[in-house]
């Protein structure tokens, strides 16, 4: 004699579904160990803010890649205006850092031009440039800059100036 399996209506299924993911964060909650996996699928959750790096020397680029990506932000590279330009034509982007020795135009015209557009007027634009001195620092806020963080950097301290841009928008 066989028995008879009935079929979880639908609305049970999610209940169920529920339940059990409910019991999975409760254990990884608990647990002290997570596997990889788990930890990027949690992650995925959260939005990643991306941040376009202008500057025409390609190890400065790279380098700013490494070190915000490792703090969990997506990071997308330009060389040049135009390459800035191709990439707002296709990307959102939610901050711009921005040298001021590039190639052709330069970047406090590029941050009055992102400050003048409509779309972009609220992307936070931080100068990131070896420039120091007292006019030029000015110079940069005077196009429209939100920050200046000269070069060579402090790391936590460049992070740090990320996140409370960040945190000055969501509040």
């Known amino acids: 004699m066989s028995k008879r399996i009935t079929p979880l209506s639908p609305h049970a299924d999610r209940s169920l579904r529920r339940q ?20 990027r699928g949690l992650k995925k959750n959260v939005e990643t803010k991306t941040i376009l790096v202008v500057d025409d020397e390609e190890i400065m680029r790279n380098a700013l890649k490494r070190i915000l990506e490792a703090e969990g932000y997506k990071v997308l590279l330009a060389g040049d205006g135009l390459e800035l330009s191709k990439t707002l034509e296709t990307t959102k982007l939610d901050m711009v850092l921005l040298d001021i020795n590039l190639p052709w135009v330069d970047g406090y015209e590029l941050c009055r031009l992102i400050k003048g557009h409509s779309l972009l007027k609220q992307t936070p634009v931080i100068m ?20 200046f963080i000269t070069k060579p950097f402090d790391i936590d301290m460049m992070t740090k100036v990320i996140s409370e841009h960040f945190l000055k928008r969501t509040s």
């Not at 006019?135 to 800059?145: H, M, R, S, V, W």
């Open 20 to 39: 059990v993911e409910s019991l999975k964060r409760q254990k990884l909650r608990e647990s002290k160990v997570v596997s990889l996996d788990e930890f």
């Open 128 to 147: 990131c440039s070896a420039r120091k001195t007292k006019e030029e620092i000015d110079k940069g806020f005077e196009a429209g800059a939100d920050d």
